[in-house]
């Protein structure tokens, strides 16, 4: 069985701004809901929630005419033709109302490239042409607008970080072009991470076992208020699964957390763009075996790995071993979670960042500025991934993640990243590995572990020499 997600999500280790979604997509819950005290219920009443919230779920259908690149031709008795249309690609998807004026929200890999978007309500047959107001491509996120006929019904959106595992949630779609189809499931997990081969701070998902199948991308994941909770996204499927293709659900699917969104989709509809401010630090995990060359009491916060020329966070004094542990008053657990904190604070604003530095506690007062285009290309050089088919992204071992690990030499390369299922996970590899040797050659750092893989026959088993915490050990990668 070949298990492949079926959406390809960006990411950036940049930080969304938010600005006053409240204003946009409103918060509480549908009146029945209520005042029935249904919320939350153990049994909840899915005929009565599937009534109340299925007016504001829309059918999204995308058109692109793909054109013959042949040359022109002249036929007797016929016109001249040039570029005809070859063929009109439909593809399909959902989406839901979060503004009584018709603005929409659903993927951006639903409506990318796309000549047509044609938006049906349940119960107006009139297919409405939408104008895309922004797409935000790291988030995987899109709103649209249509010009209704009369007001329409948006949702109440809900709070993402209260939703438990286990917890009952509903699902709402157009499912393989059936139309609207209302399905049922729990939480199964939360912060889902690691399935796409860029991860970065976007790849936080909401796990659930309700039906969710090419159709239903940008549809919403609601709770037994009423409230939006989640936007569905992936798919884990059998065979090779795109949406809109031929795959099917197995029971895991994935939703964005409505959270992560809320800021998004905020700009998105101000601005039509997503504008993104930085710190200015590369940082990874605190692993056991960092904590204990650092001699801390647990492994938890952020570890600082780098710190960029002239950032904010090199303004204000953070130094490579600082460990971030909490932000604007928040408890920064791990690496990931910093990231996720920053994508709430708005660009300009002057945060408390709690950290330590040899044993002892500081506050640092950064001002998060908005991204420039050079620290972007630097920002992006520090972690890197090597070609798609290992499955990995990396970062050089400098002297002092060396000496932070207890090393006797700086040589390789840190793996900061796995993909789900890759050769890489497959055959072991774990983020905070490292790669010393493959095939008997050394690797020096991202350019000649990238060099080797490139050259070396894909057709054999890879010995690749890998650093534990456990110490070394060789481990055979399968690239076929």
Known sequence: MNILISAILGWALFFVSSVGAEEFLREGMPIEFEQAGACGAANPHFEELARVLSPSVVNISVENETFSEEKESVTPGFPFFRNDPEQLVRSLGSGFIVDKSGYIVTNNHVI????????????DKTDYIAEVVGVDEKTDLAVIEIKPKTELVPVFVGDSEKLKVGEWVLAIGNQFHLGQTVTQGIVSAKSRR??????????????????????SSGGPLFNTCGQVVGINTAIFSPGRTQFGGAGFNIGIGFAIPINLAKGVLQQLRTNGKVTRGMLGVIIQNVTPDIAEALRLKEAHGALVADVMKGSPADKVGFKIKDIIVRYDGKPVREHDNLPLLVANTPIGRVVEVEILRDGKSMILKPKVVELSKDFAEKEKDKVRPVPNEIGITVQKVTEDIANSLGLASVRGVIVTGVKLNSPAYRAGIERGDIIEEINNQSVVDEETLASILKSIDKANPV????RKKEGTRFLTLKLN
């Open 112 to 123: 990318e490239k796309s000549d047509k978007i044609i938006v049906r309500l349940l119960d």
């Open 194 to 215: 690691g399935f796409t081969s860029r991860g970065g701070p976007y790849d936080d998902f909401i796990q659930t076992d309700a039906s969710i199948n090419p159709g």
């Open 463 to 466: 010995l690749v020499l890998i």
